[in-house]
């Protein structure tokens, strides 16, 4: 099993957060839970500027999460769309419904497919 490069596991709630993640930063993020060694991932994602407020919105919904802050929100898309492709991606093994999505007006690509390629022919 891939391993995810990222801080934790903690505990998914408000009081663990905060003392956690004390940097208001771009960030990514992986959700699930562990048995003794291995953290098992069901959902990836990303902030572009707060990643302690992204996380605040999962509370509830898993166990717990791993984490790290990136020095640009193009770090941190990267980040997220590696995790999506290690843990699960296309195949639907993890709870995101579809790949990670790039901000508006960007036209970042993803690290690992061509899924924001243009189409043949297209203009740019």
Request: a neutral charge; one cysteine or more.
């Amino acid at each position: 099993m891939p391993n995810t490069g990222l801080n934790g596991p903690y505990a998914l709630d408000a009081v663990t957060i905060d003392r956690v993640v004390t940097w208001k930063s771009s960030g990514a993020y992986a959700l699930g839970r562990s048995d003794v060694d291995t953290f098992y991932v069901s959902y990836v994602g990303r902030s572009d500027v707060d990643v302690a407020g992204r996380l605040r919105q999962h509370v509830g919904k898993y166990a717990q999460f791993k984490f790290d802050y990136f020095a640009s929100p193009k770090a941190a898309f990267d980040k997220e769309c590696n995790l999506y492709h290690d843990f699960g991606g296309p195949q639907g093994v993890l709870d995101n419904d579809v790949h990670p999505a790039r901000p508006d007006a960007t036209n970042w690509q993803c690290p690992r497919c061509d899924v924001f390629q243009p189409a043949t022919g297209a203009r740019r």
